[in-house]
């Protein structure tokens, strides 16, 4: 994702009780698991993995 981005309601976050939680769709095209237990995340890392090692699930 480029420096340009601009972040859209319902595409790349939503607001739940006034928190702002990133969708699977952008966690995935960012490109790697950060390891903070997004809520949505797509990626499949057992713990003790390093960041942006993780691989999809198979079902994203």
Sequence with gaps: ???THSFQLGRDY???NGKYVFT???LLQRGYCCHNGC???P???PP???PGHGLPESGA
């Design 43 to 45: 990626y499949d890392n």
């Design 48 to 50: 003790g993995n390093r």
């Design 24 to 26: 699977s769709g952008y």
């Design 14 to 16: 939503i607001v739940e």
């Design 1 to 3: 994702m480029d420096e």
């Design 39 to 41: 809520r949505n995340c």
